[in-house]
């Protein structure tokens, strides 16, 4: 036993240091790693203190998206329970039982700066576009496997449950709009400028505005969104915390770069796999050597074919 | 077989030499047309999924996206299924010479998991026509865990595997007619030059997509609870598939050196229970590490349902481990298999946990498997238990002592030499067949 592990361990150190070593010199993510925010991304701001509620967006993002109204709660009106396979966009109320500040909430994909859904996504079906930093569905490539359902922090793509194709539905900034020089659908409608569309540093410019001309109203005086999840390009601001409006505290690394980290620095160029594969190569070889002497001993003693 | 032989060592014991067919028993009989009858309803309700969605079939949920066909019978049949790994790194690596003996059973069980599980691995995606994309390396993502447990698994499961399981084959072809024998023996040759390419893939690829398994959930962040969350799930799920395939594997031998009547190598079987032992301690120090430093602990004190699961799960690992360490005194083979079966519960239940049922999704939600998703994960294990009953009664896979192999020679030449099919000792064709297995005696 001794020996054999020694000769493990010498094989793979035979080919490992200079591996090793070129791996933790060339390889840039064993620093640590920042987001970059796409030349012009996009995003929206929404503002949850000055919204009414009046579900005009939902409306409108289903109209904007050609998306049949979801009227299985209620079969005259378009009534979602949450975000589905139908439903991009959702008003949501929070109202505490104590009677204190209640707040509606709207939800639609955050676009994250670096997507947890998009980390996970096997063959790259969801995407985050180069230049606006939209996280965007391709059905070409969607196997269909939920991943992206598990994955996201903010529980926004959504499968369609029913029938032989089904597609994941999330939204995407209504991006055929924006090739026309159209708004996407929700911004467009709102009567009262709760959700505004715009390049993210505009955005990001107009909230801390907001915050400096209402020191007191919104909650932790923060936009969320900002650093929040390694940043995002929707951007909120709220009086109730972020956490009753389903924006968890993730801090600032974001989750796929927090959880994957050891995950990618062990498959970095495939070097450490590669390493690992040419020192078991090396000791399998011995073994198979030493047990195939044996076993045409064996075959001789018994006069039976030896099996392998 | 009585109680007393099972406990008790024979006077002579018994030495596992050779893998050799298990005769003398049909293989059709009423519990193989069971299987059969569950396979069969697994395919029709299959089609009618694919034609409704997964939806109206399943319980799976916008909260739960995934049910049992991925975190049953893929997350922990697999684990239960990295016998062709676990004891092969034993066996090939380690040297641990005497677990050959069990390696033909580890590559066929392994094989058989992997086939069933990605089977319904592509019946649960949504979009299977889209898995083209695994022949254009270019389009992988090559940081997504599910891309790697995606295609390690497949490419494992289509090459090393199943080129590890092809000597039992080419000895079956070898023994049928003895006009195949030079290019089997060619073959034989070519395929002993590649072994140690292809062997090396094999450790290689299930430690690989068997760790990825754990990094699926690390993703999920907080939604897993902070008893199973851990930088070292991948680790930890590497860990119990070993402990959990070496009991499958031992486990699965001596059922059917009872089932079938064969006498059992107390050697090699003590060994494997010791391995077994140490993987399971050192596994379960290393999750008990893991949980105190990251200060989780105390939640393992709460009165709700995540406490219950996770003692439940240490409670049976640690059983089971400590009955295989009281085995290795007196050869206790039912302690043993008892030990086995717990220890890969406790490991079964540790796999399925952070997926379900230490899964907390945002809003809270429930999932339960509906019946018919039950019935396809059942009838795609049925097909594997299937597949192993006919396999094992035509391939030399199940290990005996040197003299299970005359008698099946004379059993063949006595009481069956009507039966040519069985291949391995078959009258008519060729005298000098059976003058070579006379002289032999």
Same mark, same amino acid.
């Given at each position: ?204 410019? =107009? ?35 972020? =956490? ?49 002497? =044996? ?14 | ?47 009618? #999924? ?45 040297? #641990? ?125 907080? #939604?897993?609870?902070?008893?199973? $969350? ?94 295989? #360490? ?5 050869? $206790? ?101 059976? $003058? ?6």
């Amino acid at each position: 036993m001794a020996i054999t592990r020694r000769e493990l361990f010498t094989s793979v150190a035979k080919v490992g240091v200079p591996a090793a070593v070129a791996l933790t010199v060339g390889t840039k993510a064993l620093q640590a790693e920042e987001i970059p925010v796409p030349s012009a991304a996009v995003g929206l701001l929404y503002d949850a203190s000055i919204c009414i509620g009046c579900k005009a967006c939902v409306a409108a993002c289903a109209e904007a998206n050609d998306t049949p109204p979801d009227t299985r709660r209620d079969t005259l009106h378009q009534e979602p329970s949450d975000l589905n396979d139908l439903t991009r966009n959702i008003i949501k109320l929070y109202k505490p039982e104590d009677g204190s500040a209640f707040s509606y909430v709207k939800r639609q994909c955050m676009h994250c700066l670096d997507p947890a859904c998009a980390a996970g996504c096997p063959f790259q079906a969801l995407h985050k576009e180069p230049e606006t930093g939209i996280v965007k569905w391709d059905e070409d490539k969607c196997i269909g496997c939920r991943y992206c359902t598990i994955t996201c922090p903010y529980h926004v793509p959504r499968f369609q449950w029913r029938g032989y194709n089904p597609r994941v539905t999330k939204c995407e900034l209504c991006s055929q709009r924006l090739e026309k020089g159209l708004k996407p659908g929700c911004t467009s409608v709102c009567p009262t400028g709760a959700v505004i569309f715009g390049p993210r540093t505009v955005l990001l410019e =107009e909230a801390k505005e907001r915050i400096k001309k209402n020191p007191g109203r919104y909650y932790q005086n923060r936009v969320y969104g900002e650093i929040d999840n390694g940043g995002t390009q929707s951007l909120y601001l709220s009086r109730v915390p972020f =956490e009753k409006l389903g924006l968890p505290e993730l801090g600032p690394e974001s989750v796929p770069a927090r959880t994957l980290r050891w995950q990618r620095r062990l498959y970095q160029y495939f070097a450490l796999p590669a390493l690992l594969y040419a020192g078991l190569v090396q000791v399998i070889r011995k073994s198979l050597n030493g047990y195939e002497e =044996e076993a045409h001993e064996r075959e001789k003693e018994t006069g039976l074919r030896a099996q392998l | 077989m009585s109680s007393a032989s099972m406990t008790t060592p024979p006077a002579t014991p018994a030495r596992w030499e050779r893998a050799v067919p298990v005769y003398g028993f049909p293989v059709v009989n009423g519990f193989f047309l069971f299987l059969l009858g569950m396979t069969l309803v697994a395919f029709v309700l299959t089609a009618y #999924r694919e034609l409704a969605g997964l939806g109206p079939v399943s319980g799976m949920n916008d909260a739960y996206g995934w049910g049992i066909w991925k975190t049953f019978n893929v997350m922990v049949l697999t684990a239960l299924g990295s016998g062709a790994f676990a004891i092969g790194i034993a066996a090939w690596v380690f040297r #641990r010479k005497r677990l050959h003996a069990l390696m033909r059973m580890a590559l066929l069980t392994s094989f058989l998991a992997y086939a069933c599980g990605l089977l319904l691995l592509g019946i649960d995606a949504g979009r299977p026509w889209n898995f083209y994309w695994i022949v254009f390396p270019w389009k992988w993502n090559m940081h997504s865990p599910l891309a790697e447990v995606a295609i390690c698994m497949s490419i494992y499961a289509m090459v090393p595997l199943a080129i590890e399981n092809v000597p039992p084959v080419l000895e079956r072809l070898w023994y049928f007619d003895s006009r195949l024998r030079p290019g089997v023996e060619r073959f034989e040759r070519k395929l002993r030059y590649f072994f140690p390419w292809i062997i090396a893939a094999a450790y290689l690829l299930p430690g690989m997509h068997q760790s990825s398994l754990g990094a699926l959930m690390l993703l999920a962040g907080e #939604r897993v609870h902070p008893l199973w $969350q851990s930088a070292w799930l991948p680790l930890l799920y590497l860990g119990a598939a070993t402990f959990m395939s070496f009991g499958c594997v031992a486990g699965t031998t001596m059922l059917c050196c009872v089932v079938w009547k064969r006498a059992m190598d107390m050697e090699v079987l003590d060994e494997a229970a010791r391995i077994t032992s140490w993987l399971i301690f050192g596994w379960m120090g290393l999750r008990l590490l893991d949980i105190t430093f990251r200060r989780a602990l105390g939640t393992a004190f709460h009165f709700d349902r995540f406490a219950g699961v996770f003692w439940l799960e240490m409670l049976l690992i640690a059983i089971g481990g400590w009955m295989l #360490r009281r085995s290795l005194h007196g050869h $206790q083979t039912r302690t043993m298999f008892l030990g086995y079966v717990l220890s890969s519960l406790g490991g079964m239940i540790y796999r399925f946990s952070p997926t379900t049922l230490a899964f907390r999704p945002n809003p809270e939600s429930l999932y339960f498997p509906t019946t018919i998703e039950v019935l396809v994960s059942l009838g795609f294990i049925c097909m594997g238990i299937a597949g192993f009953l006919l396999i094992v009664k035509r391939f030399g896979i199940l290990p005996a002592p040197l003299e299970e192999w005359h008698s099946m020679a004379s059993y063949f030449r006595h009481r069956r030499p009507y039966i040519r099919w069985t291949g391995y000792f078959k009258h008519g064709y060729f005298g000098e067949d059976e $003058q070579e297995a006379t002289n032999s005696h």
